[in-house]
């Protein structure tokens, strides 16, 4: 069941989604050459807490972090650690959840560790354009499957591919509720947009083949074939006008 939120949950959102976007925008500065991926993942944990937040990763089906962490062909789940250290031109994907008095905010950026590859560019661009294209399709009367096919043909405008085994979500009292949210389009119309639906809209892409491996950790989601990956992702309300991103200042 896709649920409706009152504004006192689209409030309580608001306040879990401003977090994530405050940590998101803060630990920009913190990606440096030699900086391990655990540091990032204690500073942020202790921010979070600090703004009267819970890490909704944390402890969700076993996860051991409040970051997901993950480098270059790593898709999404990467578990931060003291021996992961962020080297010039990796790019690194953050993903991270908020839990605010029992209401969900969710958020995702690629980031570049100094300077790049103009592939690493172009695929952290792309990723980025599609998640807007997707959320420009988040408003009342059109579909799931609209906010599919924009992010499918943008992405594919660009060369890339886009990974099919993971999705985008509702969020709410939970990370995750109805409607899943496919990156690729399938033809499917999908369920309709109303006003008071929050969304997780994420893109998840790849320089190579859309195919993914899980690794031997059980959460790390790395490319089939070793190509770059990129995630971007926004906690997003659709209302009666334009949509309303919930995880941006």
């Not at 803060?26 to 921010?47: F, P, Y």
């Amino acid at each position: 069941m896709i649920s409706l939120k009152s504004e006192r949950e689209i409030a309580l959102m608001r306040e879990a989604s401003k977090i994530v976007a405050v940590i998101l925008n803060e630990i920009a500065d913190r990606i440096k050459n030699g900086v391990s991926t655990l540091e990032l993942n204690e500073w942020a944990e202790n921010r979070i807490r600090e703004m009267g937040g819970s890490p909704a990763f944390k402890g969700y089906r076993g996860f051991p972090a409040a970051l997901c962490t993950s480098l270059n062909n790593e898709v999404v789940h990467g578990i931060p650690k003291a021996t992961r250290m962020l080297k010039e031109g990796d790019i690194l994907g953050i993903d991270v959840g908020v839990l605010y008095q029992g209401y969900y905010g969710d958020g995702a950026c690629t980031f570049a560790v100094g300077q790049v590859s103009p592939e690493a560019t172009r695929i952290m661009s792309s990723c980025r354009k599609a998640l807007f294209a997707g959320i420009k399709q988040a408003r009342c009367g059109r579909r799931v499957g609209d906010i599919s096919r924009a992010i499918n043909n943008s992405v594919r405008a660009d060369g890339f591919e886009i990974v099919r085994d993971l999705s985008g979500h509702g969020i709410g009292s939970m990370l995750h509720e109805d409607p899943q949210i496919l990156n690729y389009y399938n033809g499917k119309k999908g369920s309709k947009l109303q006003a008071g639906m929050t969304l997780a809209i994420e893109p998840m892409i790849a320089a190579g083949t859309w195919e993914v491996r899980t690794m031997s950790d059980n959460w790390t989601v790395v490319t089939a074939d070793g190509g770059l990956s990129a995630h971007f992702e926004h906690t997003v309300l659709v209302t009666s006008g334009e949509p309303e991103i919930l995880s941006r200042l």
